[in-house]
C-alpha cells in the first residue's frame, strides 16, 4: 500500500515556464515534507521542505505548497531551467526529518526543453 | 565538508552470497539510515541507527542487518542474496535532534546474479 503518491512518472516543460510537481499522501501521521532531486548515478539531493503547520515555504525559484485536507503537496519551480531535469522524490515523515524514517513517492521525471 | 560517503560504488555478487556495504555520515551527524532503492522505485526505508543501536526498521526481513560505530559511521550486511535483492542501496544521514532532513550518499549499485 503506497502511502506517498506521485501519479505523474514523467514531466515536459519548456525552459522559462513554471514546473508543477504533484504528491498525494494517505497517512494522517505524516507532518512533514521534503522534496529531493536526484540525478543519475547520484544520491537523492534534498530541495526544500515544509512542516504541517504551514501550507508553503519559499526558497528562491522553488515553492513548496501543502494542503492538508486534501492530503496533497505540490513543488512549483519558476522559471525551469534546463538543469532542473531530473527525477523529483517527494517524502514524508511522522516525526522530525532528521529522526524518522522517510516515506518515498515513485519519482517524477522532470525534462525541461530549451 | 565531507557529504555523506558511500563504499563500494558499484558491486556484483551471486545468490547466497553475503555482501557488507559501509557508508560515512556527514561531519557533526549522529544518525544514519538505510534505503533501498529498485529500478523505478522511491527509496524504501530499510533501518536507522542512533548510539550503535538499531531505532527503527522498516519491512526487511532479518538477512537485512546493520551496524553502527562510535565514529558513527555504519554497514550495512545482507546475507543469503537473491536475485531481488539488486538494487540501489543508499545511506542517509542526519541530526538525531533538530535535523531537518536526511543526507544521501551517492549509493552502492549491488548485482546479485
Known amino acids: 500500500d503506497q502511502q506517498v503518491k506521485q501519479n505523474s512518472p514523467s514531466l515536459s516543460v519548456q525552459e522559462g515556464r513554471i514546473s508543477i510537481l504533484n504528491c498525494d499522501y494517505t497517512?494522517?501521521?505524516?507532518?512533514?515534507f521534503l522534496w529531493y532531486k536526484k540525478y543519475p548515478a547520484e544520491g537523492p539531493t534534498f530541495l526544500i521542505s515544509?512542516?504541517?503547520?504551514?501550507d508553503k515555504n519559499e526558497d528562491g525559484r522553488f515553492t513548496v505548497f501543502l494542503n492538508k485536507s486534501a492530503k496533497h503537496l505540490s513543488l512549483h519551480i519558476v522559471p525551469s531551467q534546463p538543469g532542473d531535469s531530473a527525477v523529483y522524490f517527494c517524502?514524508?515523515?511522522?516525526?522530525?526529518?532528521?529522526?524518522?524514517?522517510?516515506?518515498f513517492g515513485k519519482g517524477t521525471k522532470l525534462s525541461v526543453i530549451p | 565538508d565531507a557529504g555523506v560517503t558511500q563504499s563500494p560504488t558499484h558491486l556484483i555478487k551471486t545468490r547466497g552470497q553475503q555482501v557488507t556495504l559501509r557508508c560515512s555520515p556527514k561531519?557533526?551527524?549522529?544518525?544514519v539510515s538505510w534505503y533501498q532503492q529498485a529500478l523505478g522505485q522511491g527509496p524504501q526505508f530499510i533501518f536507522q541507527?542512533?548510539?550503535?543501536?538499531?531505532?527503527q526498521r522498516g519491512n526487511f526481513p532479518d538477512r537485512f542487518s546493520g551496524h553502527q560505530f562510535p565514529n558513527y559511521s555504519s554497514e550495512l550486511n545482507v546475507n543469503a542474496l537473491l536475485l531481488g535483492d539488486s538494487a540501489l542501496y543508499l545511506c542517509?544521514?542526519?541530526?538525531?535532534?533538530?535535523?531537518?532532513?536526511?543526507?544521501f550518499g551517492p549509493g552502492t549499485r549491488l548485482l546479485v546474479l
Open positions: 517524502a514524508a515523515s511522522a516525526g522530525g526529518a532528521g529522526s524518522y524514517q522517510l516515506t
Open positions: 542517509a544521514s542526519s541530526l538525531i535532534i533538530g535535523g531537518e532532513t536526511q543526507y
Open positions: 515544509i512542516s504541517s503547520i504551514k
Open positions: 561531519s557533526g551527524h549522529d544518525t
Open positions: 497517512n494522517s501521521m505524516f507532518d512533514y
Open positions: 541507527y542512533y548510539e550503535e543501536e538499531e531505532r
